[in-house]
Nanobody, 117 residues
């Protein structure tokens, strides 16, 4: 059974930084493209970033490019999202997902990020 458990969210002031984590289990993590997806209050899911299985190719939505960094540790079956220069519009529930660019799958229970102005 595929399990994705996100953590690391919280309340941050605008301009601050935070790193999200996703613990994956139940599948051969290192072979899969992984993504982060977010859902802001009252809005549909939004693809944020994607990383390939080897961790050497990444893609970002224009809204986060230059501020967010996706990474993974295949030995730990873990996916990360380092977020810098946070803005109030980054406020959302963040999910990790199995899938590539443009995926809007909401994998686990998500982790809430709130950015105050």
């Amino acid at each position: 059974e595929v399990q994705l458990v996100e953590s690391g969210g919280g309340l941050v002031q605008a301009g601050g930084s935070l790193t999200l984590s996703c613990a994956a289990s139940g599948f051969a993590f290192g072979y899969y493209v992984m993504s982060w997806v977010r859902q802001a209050p009252g809005k549909g899911p939004e693809w944020v970033s994607t990383i390939n299985g080897g961790g050497d190719s990444t893609r970002y939505a224009n809204s986060v490019k230059g501020r967010f960094t996706i990474s993974r540790d295949n030995a730990k079956n873990a996916l990360y999202l380092q977020m810098n220069s946070l803005k109030p519009e980054d406020t959302a529930v963040y999910y990790c997902a199995v899938g590539g660019v443009g995926t809007t799958s909401l994998g686990g229970q998500g982790t809430q990020l709130t950015v105050s102005s």
